[in-house]
């Protein structure tokens, strides 16, 4: 049985099989989560997001690639870029929920069984936090539900403990 583990931490330190990046299209890094994945794993994340750039032009949001985790403790990178809130009737949510699902079926695909995500959209995109948490629980409920067997751990990694406990609520309003 797949368990969601939401925890209060930082994205670099965990010791998972892949970490997912919020990225931006360009995979040209960042701030936020992506600069900080960038600067603890070194040169060659980004080495890699060019070699996926000059191939197929940067990943188109709600999408997702994997690159090599460089330094960092886990194996790999699933980069996802998250939709810009833009007041919600633009399709924010479906593309936020593509996020989650795409970068759980390349962890699949990749045969990495612990996976652990940031808050997706929530910072430079200005994604309302609880409405971002409800959609990352249920998604990533419903891809486990489903698919369990694939994975032994999914993880939610909230940088701050006030984010984290907008997370615990909309995992118990399930
Ligand atoms: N570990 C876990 N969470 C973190 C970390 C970290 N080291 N650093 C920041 N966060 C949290 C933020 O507190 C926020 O809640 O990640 C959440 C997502 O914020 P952003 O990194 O700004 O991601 P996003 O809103 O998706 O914006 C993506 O920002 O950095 C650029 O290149 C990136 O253009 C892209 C955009």
């Known amino acids: 049985m797949t368990r969601l583990v939401l925890l209060r931490g930082d994205i670099t330190e965990q010791r998972v099989d892949a970490i997912v990046n919020a990225a931006n299209r360009a995979l040209a ?11 603890a794993g070194g040169p060659s994340i980004m080495a890699a997001c060019d070699r996926i750039r000059a191939e197929q032009g940067g990943c188109p949001t709600g999408s997702a690639v994997v690159t090599t985790a460089g330094r960092l403790p886990a194996k790999a990178v699933i980069h996802t870029v998250g939709p ?5 009737g633009s ?3 479906e593309v936020l929920a593509s996020c989650y699902r ?4 390349l962890a699949r695909a990749g045969g990495f ?6 808050s997706i959209s929530t910072g430079a995109y200005g994604y309302p936090l609880d409405q971002a948490a ?3 629980v249920a998604t990533i409920n419903a891809v486990i539900a489903c698919e369990g067997d694939a ?3 999914v ?3 909230l940088f701050r403990q006030s984010d984290l406990e907008v997370y615990q609520t909309a995992a118990l309003r399930r």
């Open 102 to 105: 795409q970068s759980l079926h």
């Open 134 to 136: 409800a959609i990352a």
């Open 155 to 157: 993880r939610m990694v």
């Open 84 to 88: 810009i809130w833009r007041g919600g």
């Open 29 to 39: 890094g960042g701030g936020g989560v992506d600069g900080a994945i960038h600067r």
């Open 113 to 118: 069984r612990s996976v652990a995500f940031p």
């Open 151 to 153: 994975f032994d751990e």
């Open 91 to 93: 399709g924010e949510a």
